[in-house]
């Protein structure tokens, strides 16, 4: 039998609906504007990413753009598929539910895995990863959640009975939709533990980025907990399943987007900051050269003879030099010791007279 519709809805408008409209459960009206305006804050966003990306002085930040926009289109997906929550379950909105569930998150937690790789390199001032690296493995990351998804599906329907999601007990639903995200789970502390090591580093310019990595996935595990306890527990009763699941989609949505998406996008246009990153000629300081033969490097020290200069046969060879050596010219070497001899006066043989006088 078909109830009849709530006041504040029109007469016609199919039951399924009814949540979207009916001031009796006002919960739905506020979690649909709070999604509604999550959605358009994150194609504000998507809007603001193109716009800048030409403004963007940092190379290593204009490499994680990308990714965040594949983020930004996750974070939509979630706010969007909060309607999916609000309509009651049917042969519809079931396979919606479980299918898409776990792909957004899968595909938000992949990219801050993939940023939160790429910090721990910069941090460290090692060679930073590069775009399609960054983004190979947000999208490598969330295929596994993607092909998991499939298989439960089509499985689980045999194909074509799309009404068993509502057919299924609340009990079995629920664990089975628990069961399936048990690998966005694995992506959540994963992200968690090396969103972690972004604060072990030399160049401290890079943690900012990776606390709010930090700050985001440590706020999506407790929401996940809270959720995931009260799905299993029967104590509040399969009539608060949509408003649970429904929430965790708006609450951690907008995590992503005020712990995340707005922080970093405060960062996108700085200056490049050459504190943030080893120095050029680091590889050509004496401390890092190999030498080439001959014995420890003694240019500096005062007991070696002149100013560095080390004479290996009939060539000196100073350190750090160009390539050619000067030679040393091979001379007679004379070992007399020489002797002390009276000039020859110019006066000698002077009489002081003329010649034939």
């Known amino acids: 039998m078909v109830s009849p519709a709530p006041r504040t809805c029109r007469s016609d408008l199919d039951p399924r609906y009814h ?54 289109l996750g974070v939509l997906g979630i706010f969007g598929l909060t309607f999916a929550f609000l309509i009651r379950l049917d042969g519809g909105t079931g396979p919606t539910r479980f299918f898409l569930f776990g792909i957004l998150f899968s595909l938000c937690f992949s990219c801050l895995l993939a940023h939160a790789f790429n910090l721990t390199q910069l941090v460290r001032g090692r060679k930073p990863l590069s775009l399609l690296t960054i983004l190979g493995l947000a999208v490598g990351f969330s295929l596994v959640q993607d092909v998991i998804a499939v298989e439960y599906v089509v499985l689980t329907m045999n194909r074509t009975n799309t009404e068993i999601f509502s057919e299924l007990p609340a009990p079995r639903r629920n664990e089975d939709f628990v069961m399936l995200l048990i690998y966005v789970l694995i992506l959540m502390a994963l992200t968690f533990l090396v969103s972690f090591f972004t604060f072990c580093g030399s160049f401290p310019g890079w943690r900012r980025h990776g606390v709010h990595i930090y700050l985001t996935t440590l706020l999506s595990i407790a929401i996940w907990v809270a959720w ?78 002149p100013q560095g200069v080390e004479e290996l046969g009939d060539t000196f060879y100073a350190p750090y030099s160009s390539h050619f050596q000067l030679q040393n010219r091979i001379l007679q070497k004379d070992f007399s010791i020489p002797r002390a001899q009276m000039q020859a006066s110019p006066y000698n043989g002077y009489e002081g007279r003329k010649e034939g006088s």
């Open 19 to 72: 949540r979207l409209c009916d001031t009796a459960e006002v919960w739905g009206i506020v979690l649909e504007a709070l999604a509604a305006l999550g959605a358009v804050t994150s194609v504000a966003f998507l809007l603001a990413a193109v716009a800048l990306i030409c403004k963007v002085q940092d190379s290593n930040r204009r490499k994680v753009l990308p990714t965040q926009f594949l983020f930004l």
């Open 228 to 305: 995931i306890t009260l799905l299993l527990t029967p104590t509040p009763g399969p009539e608060w399943d949509d408003t649970i699941l429904s929430s965790v989609l708006v609450a951690n949505g907008w995590v992503f987007l005020s712990v995340y998406v707005a922080p970093e996008f405060q960062l996108l246009t700085r200056q490049r900051n050459p504190l943030d990153y080893p120095m050029e000629d680091a590889l050509c300081k004496p401390q890092l050269m190999k030498q080439s033969y001959g014995v420890e490097n003694r240019a500096y020290s005062q007991e070696e003879a």
